[in-house]
């Protein structure tokens, strides 16, 4: 099977809502349904996440892999960013063995570290808290102090001049991600097991292929059996 280099949030997210949606991502990408979403609805989200970004903490700095061009370095520049004390560092990235997370926003505030993560309110609040969970168990293994994890959830509303209003609400998620951890450790190990397997796991579809969001696998697993690798 195909290894995974770095094992991230959105892998760990898929892999809690199918196994088998988990193994066809990593081993067989060019099986994923073709993307029904308007482009213009995605485009519409980025820029008001990146807009609220802005407005509620600006002058960041940025750390992504998109700036360094991997993973490691992502990691070592938000780690000299926090050192360097930088007040706020957009796409901070951590990584501890194989897994790897982004927090979208790191921010110090009266010396102390919290960790934001922006969404649209059309997420659920599951998604929402594994993420955070997930996050929590990477950073606290990279000998990295986060003080706090918290959510800023945004609506968006179009007027009838085409202009966008947003309100948002933020608030701290913290208690219930700490709870999570032993299921999150086991968790990442039952999914680190699926993918040394030599089969695409046997997995009827069901409302699992729906909630929390539809699977990109959807169609493959209506019309197609197991393949042997």
Request: aromatic content about 10%; glycine content about 6%; proline content about 2%.
């Amino acid at each position: 099977i195909m290894a995974l280099e770095f094992f991230s949030t959105a892998s760990f997210l898929r892999g809690t809502q199918c196994d088998k949606s988990l193994f066809l991502h990593v081993n067989y990408p060019e099986l994923r349904d073709k993307d029904t979403e308007p482009k213009s609805s995605v485009k519409q989200r980025r820029v008001a996440a990146a807009k609220l970004t802005g407005h509620l903490f600006p002058e960041g700095v940025f750390a992504g892999v998109d700036i360094t061009g991997s993973c490691e370095d992502s990691f070592e520049l938000t780690r000299k960013h926090m050192q360097n004390s930088v007040k706020t560092i957009y796409n901070a990235c951590f990584v501890h063995e194989n897994l790897f997370c982004i927090v979208d926003v790191l921010n110090r505030e009266n010396g102390y570290w919290k960790s934001y993560g922006v969404w649209n309110s059309g997420e659920s609040d599951d998604t929402m808290i594994l993420s955070g969970a997930h996050q929590y168990f990477v950073i606290s293994r990279c000998g990295v102090r986060v003080d706090d994890f918290l959510t800023v959830t945004y609506n968006t509303k179009v007027d009838s001049g085409n202009k966008m209003h947003m309100d948002y609400n933020i608030q701290s998620i913290r208690e219930r991600i700490v709870f999570l951890q032993d299921r999150i450790e086991e968790k990442i190990n039952h999914q680190h097991k699926i993918l040394k397997k030599s089969m695409i796991p046997d997995i009827l579809t069901g409302e699992h292929c729906r909630i929390p969001k539809k699977c990109d696998y959807f169609e493959y697993c209506r019309f197609s059996g197991s393949i042997k690798k």
